[in-house]
């Protein structure tokens, strides 16, 4: 990829200034960011071992209060490849009757959402600049035949907010457009521990996971890969 900048640079603790923030993981030291675009920065193998192993533990708690379901195409109530969940005072769900949308509950336990770790929130600060903390975090599950088609995360009313991905398990190879569906795309892979922000003007690309390589990590007992998606919705609340 000739077009990337690559910056290595020490990451110093940067000032936490959320109350609710607890724990903090602890990431290597020298942390390497790669500027796919402007507006795509990517940080491969942020997460250390422990680090990832940590999120797991964090991921299948949530799990145990708010399960995977199913999310279905809205119209066609085509189901998706990927199961979904969600951590946080929102959760992106899909119905055939209600199409894409946020809300406070889990479509089938009707219960709210299980917080997002404090970790998570110390992530967030420390690598967006963005002052308001996210409200959602999706749990995608893809098992080895699961895969994202390309579309833009646009049901957030705050599209200057950042969105944080961090991947666990089997890597998969993702692809990123830019803002019109007909602009060329490119395509790179996502491993267990990287992490990926898309913020304006990239914020709003096409994007979407093609493929998952099974067999790639061994973090996932069960095999597959997590993607966790931070997002603030609302504009200020
Ligand atoms: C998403 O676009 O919601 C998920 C992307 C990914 O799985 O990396
Ligand atoms: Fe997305």
Redesign the pocket.
Known sequence: MPDQMCRVSDSPPLPMNHDNIKEKIIVREIVMEIEIAPGCRYFPDFLNQAAQQKLLEHIQKALLKAPLFQPTMPKTGKPFSVAMSNMGTLGWVSDKVQGYRYQETHPTTRQNWPPIPSTLLALWDDLTDFSLLPEAC?I?Y?DAKAR?GL?R?ADEQNLQAPIM?L?LGDK?Q?RLGGLKRSDPTRTFF?SSGDI?ILEPPMRIAY???DRVIAGASRLLAQGGRY?L?MRRITPDR
């Open positions: 999706l995608n893809y994202m579309h995360d991905s991947s998969a993702f996502l990926l994007h979407g996971i993607n998606t």
